[in-house]
């Protein structure tokens, strides 16, 4: 059976080398603690423990599955014993608040332990990372009578947490939520309503499972603005930190999905279920996505993630596995044929899934500094420094979701072509990556809607184009400073022309749709690529800029390393950043050709 190997050399560079985590952390009033040495010892550890226990219950996992048997949902075997070590550990409150039981650190060392815990088993990782989003809502919209009931629990890891938006005449329209909620004479509500789609909604690993529930008050607007939110758990707190009577609110059924099937997806029935409201009456919205951009970091790991491990066994194949003899001659002259190293078009194969993984998690290392600002904002009260961060932020989740998940399944989907047949055979494991990471591309909002939320929201609507000047300029005076490197020239001088290049791009597009409304929704998808390219070559660039450097004062890796990264840096500017030109041509079409086909004429049967 395949097995993961947590990329610490990697994982270590970018930290340390490339964005200069350990100076991060001392600007942190969360980073007292994260020394060089326990940041060092924590990734070890984690390493470790997702090697050892998490990786080996990931096919099997898949092969069981999830079950519902009389109202109550098992996980497959081995799981409820690996969360049990996960809770005891201390992993779930790594950046959860001391004073509810956490350690304090960064919210970045929890995005750490995500990667490589969602690399190793993604379906396991999806049940303490929902409970994060139930933490944090309450944490930050939360009573304080709420958070001492709920908040050290579920830092100690013995309660789960889901977030439960989704319902069945609705997704990303959250206007049309149904769910009602009815007032009760001690302060509570009775909740009544279905909700789906719900992930970790029940399952055997926890003593209890606390719901953040969106619904409606009785006299509430319509639409959006007429939403509240509600804690809802499935047992009633006992007020010693333990469980009382059983909630209304069961497990309706699991959805049958094509992939990570050891995840609980729940459609979830709320019957009289007492809650308590979170947050002013009619803004569960704005509860609900205050951290809806670290959320979305999270997603992005699941485009990181199985392009790190489809590439880590497509490797061990492909060294392995012999077929043909290389067109450039005999490689391996004792074998009966070369392996498939040898063989150009699997090194393409081979190369795409290392700059995507690398490249990506270069992105997500970078937001990840910009998160720990956010998060120290709401923290300490810092409005202005939260507000200011979350707009940094909430410019690159777009692209780190939508684009990085693209290319995650596209990763996926290579690997499973490197094996040949054998990619296509369950007990390889290169298919399920592909099932389980196809979903990364669709919640916290399919590629389309993240595409729109970039170009029509967060660029023309709220920033008019500042958003990509802002970040475009950043990336010019990188761009500048390293003209003079020879070894980085050349991809200084591309980042030059495609900063302007983004820039005329965004003001053509702003031009074009003040006369034809449609070219925002046609464009964004072809727009949202360019910007992820653009910002990857960005992470590559900044790599390439370290690994030269290196290679000249000498670093905390090998030669070989760091010539490997400006390897993998030459092969991303000219095989795959050319990509970008398509979506820059694609963008600036009208929206006519493909609005101008009526419904009615779109196929022809019979």
């Not at 009966?336 to 997500?364: F, N, P, S």
Request: aromatic letters at 8%.
């Amino acid at each position: 059976m395949p097995v993961y190997k947590a990329p610490l050399r990697d994982m270590k560079f970018l930290l340390n080398e490339v964005f200069d985590y350990p100076g991060h952390y001392t600007r942190l009033q969360s980073g007292e603690n994260a020394t060089p040495d326990i940041v060092d010892a924590i990734l070890n550890e984690c390493g470790r423990f997702c090697e050892e226990v998490l990786s080996p219950l990931y096919q099997s996992g898949d092969e069981e599955g999830c079950k519902l048997e009389n109202g109550e949902v098992t996980t497959p075997k081995g799981y409820p014993e690996a969360y049990q070590q996960y809770g005891m550990g201390g992993w779930q409150g790594l950046s959860a608040p001391e004073e509810y039981g956490g350690q304090g650190l960064p919210a970045s060392m929890g995005l750490l332990k995500q990667e490589m815990m969602g690399t190793a088993n993604w379906p396991f990782s999806m049940y303490p990372g929902l409970s994060m989003g139930a933490m944090n809502t309450i944490f930050l919209h939360g009573s304080e009578e709420q958070k001492q009931a709920y908040l050290t629990p579920l830092t100690e890891g013995r309660w789960g947490g889901t977030m439960c938006l989704t319902e069945p005449q609705c997704g990303t329209d959250l206007g049309q939520v149904k769910a009602k909620a009815e007032p009760q004479a001690d302060g509570s509500y009775k909740l009544s309503g279905t909700k789906i789609f719900i992930s970790s909604g029940d399952h055997d690993l926890t003593e209890n499972i606390v719901h953040i529930v969106l619904a409606r008050l009785p006299d509430a607007p319509k639409g959006t603005r007429g939403i509240s939110l509600f804690i809802v758990p499935k047992f009633l707190p006992d007020g010693n930190g333990g469980v009382g009577e059983r909630n209304g609110v069961t497990c309706g059924s699991l959805e049958k999905k094509m992939g990570i099937k050891a995840s609980a997806t729940c459609v979830l029935n709320f019957d009289d279920a007492t809650g308590f409201l979170i947050g002013p009456e009619n803004e569960g919205l704005n509860c609900m996505f205050t951290f809806m951009n670290t959320a979305r970091i999270g997603t992005a790991i699941q485009g990181v993630g199985p392009a790190e491990l489809s590439y880590q066994w497509a490797l061990d194949y492909a060294k392995e596995r012999r077929s043909m003899r290389a067109l450039s001659g005999k490689k391996e002259s004792d074998q009966a044929a070369d392996a498939l190293i040898h063989h150009a078009d699997v090194r393409r194969m081979l190369l795409t899934q290392k700059a995507v993984a690398e490249g990506g998690r270069a992105m997500l290392y970078y937001a990840a500094r910009l998160a720990d600002h956010m998060v120290e904002g709401h923290t300490t009260g810092d409005a202005k420094k939260a507000d200011a961060y979350d707009d940094k932020l909430g410019f690159l989740t777009p692209i780190l979701k939508g684009f990085l998940t693209e290319l995650g399944n596209e990763a996926a989907n290579l690997g499973v072509q490197v094996f040949g047949g054998h990619g296509y055979i369950r007990e390889h494991g290169m298919e399920q990556i592909v099932r389980d990471t196809r979903i990364a591309t669709l919640y916290e909002g399919t590629t389309g809607i993240q595409a729109l939320d970039l170009l029509g929201r967060k660029v023309l609507l709220m920033t008019q184009g500042g958003a990509v000047r802002e970040f475009t300029l950043r990336v010019a005076n990188f761009a500048r400073k390293n003209l003079t490197d020879k070894r980085v020239r050349p991809f200084a001088v591309e980042l030059l022309k495609l900063t302007a290049q983004w820039n005329l791009l965004t003001v053509r597009l702003m031009l074009a749709a003040r006369k034809d409304r449609d070219m925002v929704s046609s464009a964004a998808n072809d727009f949202l690529m360019y910007s992820g390219y653009v910002t990857m070559a960005y992470m590559w660039a900044r790599m390439a800029a370290v690994a030269s450097d290196k290679l000249d004062k000498g670093g905390a890796d090998s030669e070989e390393f760091y010539r490997a990264k400006l390897a993998t840096a030459e092969f991303y500017y000219e095989r795959l950043l050319p990509r970008a030109q398509a979506h820059a041509t694609s963008m600036l079409s009208p929206s006519r050709n493909l609005m101008q086909l009526v419904a009615e004429d779109m196929s022809f049967i019979g």
